[in-house]
């Protein structure tokens, strides 16, 4: 008897055997019985039930395809938090504004960083901004690259595209046997210490390295103003450029917001250029042509060679102050942007 | 009057001219120095192209010559673990999302999405460090390709969604009323067609992770020797990069300018192969 | 009914990945003792690692063994240990007591050589030799004397001219036993030192910037004018850069060579080989000088290790403190004494794998 039962559910002729929770748009499983009886035998039926069986580990693939990018980030915060466990405990909240970074005694505060990392970033978004606009006007509104169109404005795109796949590590190579010399040179002439590397040096580097990024990101912006706002304009006698000024700009103000945003968080989060010229120095940068240092670059430094727990744990916790403020900006400046192009 | 606003008009007309003008200026301005570092790369590098370069390991501190071999196969190995870690949940994922586009679980996901993207590579080196480096006992070439693995996930995810999502509702509707199955209609006509942002999503991927050091500082860790074990440490090209590029060797600055300019080269392959593959294979509905 | 092509791509990628996973580790386990025991992992010191990159590339001619040496400084030499990711650590700073802990099981320092920390300098135009006292030093690298003209610097060298520059202290970036035997020089000469800054392999330095590695410290004095950097002798002979002498305890100034390391070194080592040799009193020794150690666990059966490859990294060990030591002088070390050299031998003779002694299977 007993065995008679557990055999049941083994015979394909019943498709009910197997309900479905998903809402597929087809489902062949909800043909009748009836119908299927009709036609002979129950290949077919094997047949369909064997493709709903499919359509649902398919289904289920694609779902845990998507679940595992969810787990990855929540694993990449989890293990940031945990990591950090040891410094939030002993420095608490302090952690952001302690002064010291002081591996011999212990005491370790994230200020210097924090300030390295803003000085730079903000340094570097200020000497981009002119050149990255007027990149994203160029393309954007002057020679817009149409297809078959602009040969020049073509090649401009491409190469900014190309500039922007160029890794980080081969920047910080040029830099250091390019750049800094010429900045030697300068601060000699300035009259200030001569290092080369310092926070100055790694903000032109970054700005260097955002301004593809920035640009592409205002072209795309900018060539999402309307047309008839455009034309309304110069329908009423203004020039093109007053046409720039006052409509384009205004108009995708909100935007270009959102780009600077953006490339912020970028120059935020990058590492080796930065590290190669900035000259690593655990101390708060007097002035901006001292060395210093960003909470990408000591981790890079320091991380494999940190050899206490609680110093591993305080460089872990610059890495999840530095996750957390580059993906708040970067989840702020692309809600903006989805809004503008919506 | 009329002669004022003339010259009213006039004026407006030339300082329109004179911003267009300093608009061009500019963008050529910005564009030299950075055809200027391409150019630079490429004049230091191809002095070194021999073949020893690409065949023979790096020597002993002092000693001249040697290559890079252990770094290109290195980088090879890597990038090419981490492309196949990537690509069967990066493509179902984009299906899932494309497949869901209103979804509650798709919704969280695309702000994952977001959050990879805006992910600083270091944080990515730390989290492999973690998971991989410490419970496995050793650095590893494997534990480089995750984390360059979960680097690549955004980039391609966002290209293959963008293609997945224009394919048209009648063609999937032909398809199940044909008596199609879900599955096939997905593998057999919705894949096909949007192939080229796939493919390309993969190579752009791919091109964006290829010369990330940071995640490999304290994963790929490094090898002077040329090995093919994944369960060791490597060696790749943007780590050979940055520990040469910080020696003070004549000979390892060299080698590392044709490293620099072999990357790049690489790098701008991919690039072309993309366009031209997305040229060929792309679908108009 | 078939199964998909596409449903076979995605079975053949999944085998693919999965073969490649454990492909690599199904080769590696069928060879197990040889293969895994092929290739050791060592990591640590920069100071050293001119000598080791020369001697390993010769043991693997010899040997067939494999050693990749990272040198990524003494501070992650003493970390990776700690979490066993390598073989062994290098470090030119022994393990402190908290760092002991953390490691568990007993860590044998085995010193390998000696080698003087020299001070080295750019100043355009000038080539002579620089003469520096305890008090300059420590003063140059407080922040207390900023230019090169400074009188203090000025009158214990009447024979050069120094240029009205300002001086760009370099430092190392990163953990390292190389700035450990410094600051320990510091700290023992000067009080102010040790109480503003102390002594360890990563301190926070009152002035300078930093390079990574001895090489990053001497590449960037190299391209600095006006740069005073302590770099390993032998980063600054091969790169041609000119070096300070010091003056040692007895009141000689000092050129840092061998010999005069080699002076300061040649002490009686206390049985775990841990000591430091700066500020030495022999007469004739350079005063910024210190061993360098490998160190790895005393008990080598740790995590998966097969007794081949701790068998591997005992004799390896051995070669270096025998034959090895010859290639010490060519690269500016200075090599072992032959008491140092019992020494080392009774430790590595002290490490065991299950208990028992690794060195009898060993010893050639």
Known sequence: MTRFLMAKPLRLSA??????????????DKL????????????????????????????????????????????????????AIPSLQAFGIRFLWGKVWNPVNQVFGALPFLVGTLLTSFLALLISIPFSLSIAIFLGEY???????????????????????????????????????????????????????????????????????????????????????????????????????????????SGIFAGLLLSLGRALGETMAVTMVIGNTSEIPQSIFSPGNTLASVIANEFTEAASRLYLSALIELGLVLFVVTTCMHLIGKTIIHRFSA | MLLHTHIHIRRRQIRSQLVRTAIILCTVLTLLPLLYILAYIIRRGIGVMHLSFFLQLPKPVGESGGGIANALVGSLLIVGMATLMAVPVGISSALYLSEHPKGKLAGIIRICLEVLTGIPSIVVGIVAYYWLVRPMGSFSALS????????????????????????????????????????????????????????????????????????????????????????????SLPLLIYNYAISPYENWHQLAWGAAMVLLVWILLLNVLTRIMIRKWSVQY | MKYSSWFKLALVMAGVVGLS????????????????????????????????????????????????????????????????????????????????????????????????????YNLPGIQDTLLFTPNVLAGIYLGTITRWNDPALQSINPQV????????????????????????????????????????????????????????????????????????????IQNQMPVAKVQNASGHFITPSIASTQAASNINL???????????????????????????????????????????????????????QAYCANLHYAPLSPAATTTAEKLLQSVTFDGQPLLHAAKP
């Open chain 3, 161 to 236: 001219k120094l240029p009205d520059l300002p001086i760009a202290v370099v430092h190392r970036s990163d953990g390292s036993g190389t700035t450990n035997i410094f600051t320990n020089y510091l700290a023992k000469i000067s009080p102010d030192w040790k109480n503003k800054v102390g002594a360890s392999t990563s301190v926070n330095w009152p002035v300078g910037l930093g390079g990574k590695g001895n090489e990053g410290v001497s590449g960037l004095v190299k391209q600095t004018p006006g740069a005073i950097g302590y770099v390993e002798l032998a980063y600054a």
């Open chain 1, 32 to 83: 009748s019985p009836a119908y299927a009886g009709q036609h002979k035998g129950n290949s077919l039926l094997k047949y369909i039930s064997l493709a709903d069986r499919k359509d649902k580990l398919f289904r289920r693939v694609l779902w845990m395809g998507g679940l595992t990018i969810l787990c990855l980030v929540l694993g990449i915060l989890l293990t940031l938090i945990v990591g």
């Open chain 1, 143 to 253: 020679f817009p690259p149409v297809k078959g169109r602009n040969r020049f404005a073509h090649l401009v795109r491409e190469a900014v595209e190309l500039i922007a796949g160029i890794p980080s590590v081969i920047y910080g190579f040029w830099g250091l046997f390019v750049l800094v010399p010429v900045i030697r040179k300068l601060e000699m002439s300035w009259h200030v210490l001569p290092y080369g590397v310092g926070i100055f040096t790694a903000s032109l580097i970054l700005a260097i390295m955002i301004i593809p990024y920035a640009a592409s990101l205002g072209r795309e912006i900018i060539a999402l103003v309307p047309q008839d706002l455009k034309e309304a304009a110069y329908s009423l006698g203004a020039t093109r450029w007053e046409m720039i000024r006052h409509v384009v700009l205004p108009y995708a103000r």
């Open chain 2, 144 to 235: 480089g390709s995750v984390a360059l693995a979960i680097m690549m996930l955004p980039i391609m995810i966002r290209s293959a969604e963008e293609t997945l999502k224009r394919f048209p509702l009648h063609l999937r509707e032909a398809s199940l009323a044909l008596g199609v199955p879900y599955y096939k209609t997905i593998l057999k006509v919705l894949l096909p067609c949007s192939l080229s942002g796939v493919v390309s999503g993969i190579m752009l991927s791919i091109a964006r992770v290829i010369g990330e050091t940071a995640p490999l500082l304290f994963t790929a860790f490094g090898n002077p020797y040329l090995t093919a074990n994944i369960f060791h440490p490597m060696h």
């Open chain 3, 270 to 324: 206390p049985a775990d080989a841990k000591v430091f040799v700066t500020n030495t009193s022999a007469p004739d020794g350079y005063p910024i000088s210190g061993f360098t150690w490998a160190i790895l666990y005393r008990e080598q059966h740790y995590g998966d290790r097969s007794r081949a490859r701790a068998e591997e990294l005992v004799k390896l060990f051995w070669w270096v403190i025998h034959d090895g």
């Open chain 3, 21 to 120: 996973a454990c492909g690599g580790h199904s080769g590696q386990s069928t060879q197990q003792s040889s293969s895994d025991a092929q290739t050791l992992l060592g990591a640590g010191s920069t100071f050293v690692y001119p000598l080791y990159s020369k001697l390993f590339a010769l043991y693997h001619q010899q040997t067939g063994i494999r050693v990749n040496y990272q040198s990524i400084g003494s501070g992650g030499g003493i970390l990776q240990l700690i979490n066993k990711t390598v073989d062994f650590g290098d470090s030119d700073a022994p393990l402190t007591a908290d760092q002991e802990q953390q490691a568990g099981t007993p860590v044998v320092h085995i010193p390998i050589c000696s080698g003087a920390v020299v001070l080295t």
């Open chain 1, 15 to 28: 498709p009910q055997a197997y309900p479905t929770t998903d809402k597929p748009a087809f489902r062949p």
